[in-house]
């Protein structure tokens, strides 16, 4: 493993006292020659001697969770999470955080506290040797996902391992081990124990899995696959799934698309419920962004009416048509993107914004300031079906027309 000068003498501080080791995702890929970007460190001391030898030295701690043994330890642009050696209990299965962690001087204590055994493995720094107390290195070789314990006091202690077990598979295109794999679906509902925000950050992982390490694959769609056949989702979201979920658009789409829209559209598809409650739902289980919540209600709520699409129609989508030309029927969505490629030639305006007559040059002409909304409505309408004609001189002679007539109406 490649160690940094500021590592090599972050380990010499500690020398004297005990052995600092590398630990975690940086010693699993750098044994694959695969990049990595965080670097965990460890050692049997605790966080408040780690502290103080480092006081008078030129790397800064910071406290991150002190229960836990955890520091932020750094040096102009070196960046290294510290934890000591400990020991976890967990009194109430599925939840994410330890009920109580106990330090202890025993590396195989900590060792055994980890999740996988691909991530469990030593590294020390000064030797340049590796610690493997559970053959992470054997399963690495063999690009197998294995549990450090039982799969199933794995999963038991803490539910959000599961959807951190799909990552991994799918961020380095390894299998999960088939008895892993069948105590996960076993322990399914643990995932109802962890907060959204948690099932969010794996999810968005999972959906981008290919991008983490910049692959060329659609793993993220084998990561659906196990999510699907271990049940995940009826113990995410509170409601029922009538049917199985296939993630066609996720999988025909993934990259034109924006996936976490895409995977909640496919569960859409396969529940009973109103768009609006869905959103609600589905917002509240993994916390969709507001952005999120209105762009994926647009596009169901687009997906609906698009048999029947008009100009209006066009207008009012046509920054989501590119998304429902893929999504929607063949046939009427072939029709549609004639008319948006030739929108987008003319440089039909979409916008009131884009019209080359304001809500000031209406007033001139004598329009109702009440009524002022709706003719802009009418003069975007008429401007995008006749592109050549957003001009100033046809748009006032059509308003000054339109004004006319309906003075006569009266």
Known sequence: MKVTKELKELAQIFEPLTTLY?????????????PYYDIDICSAISPQKVKKILEESEYKCTPINEKLGTLLITRNSERYEYTTFRHDSYNKKGTHLPSKSSFTQNIILDCLRRDFTINAIYYDILKDNYLDYVKGIKDIKK??????????????????RLLRMIRFACELNFKIEKNTLKQARRNACNLKEISAERIRQELIKILHSDKTYNQKSNRYIYGTKIINKCKFLPNIFDFKINNKIKFKNLENYGDKIDRMTLFCIDIYNACGYDIESFVKIIAKNICLTTAEKIYIKKILFALIDLPSFDNDFMIKNFDILPELILLGHKKVCKKLKILYTQKITSKAPTDVSKLKISAADLIKLGAPKIEISRLLKEVLLYAFENPNYNKKSYLTKFVKSKLKLENTKE
């Open 22 to 34: 590398v630990v975690g995702g940086s010693v699993r890929n750098s044994l694959m020659g695969m």
């Open 143 to 160: 690009r197998k996902i294995c549990t450090v314990d039982s799969p199933q006091v794995t999963f038991y202690d803490d539910g959000l």
